[in-house]
């Protein structure tokens, strides 16, 4: 799927379009995360990948759910 005319989706694009919904006084961020491998590689097989997601999501969690 493309988004932003390429297959690249366009991170600062995304950004700024989402920035119009947020409150000013709001602390938010985007994360853009290409979680995707085009070709195959040793360990990595062509198709979706989500390591950075899933380290993301360990940090978080460990950091406001404890």
Same mark, same amino acid.
């Given at each position: 799927?493309?988004?932003?005319?390429?297959?690249?989706?366009?991170?600062?694009?995304?950004? /700024?379009? /989402?920035?119009?919904?947020?409150?000013?006084?709001?602390?938010?961020?985007?994360?853009?995360?290409?979680?995707?491998?085009?070709?195959?590689?040793?360990?990595?097989?062509?198709?979706?990948?989500?390591?950075?997601?899933?380290?993301?999501?360990?940090?978080?969690?460990?950091?406001?759910?404890?």
């Amino acid at each position: 799927m493309a988004n932003a005319g390429s297959r690249m989706a366009g991170a600062v694009t995304a950004a /700024l379009y /989402l920035e119009r919904f947020v409150p000013a006084q709001q602390k938010w961020a985007h994360l853009d995360v290409y979680a995707w491998n085009d070709s195959d590689r040793a360990g990595h097989p062509a198709g979706g990948e989500a390591m950075t997601l899933r380290a993301a999501f360990e940090m978080l969690k460990g950091r406001y759910l404890q």
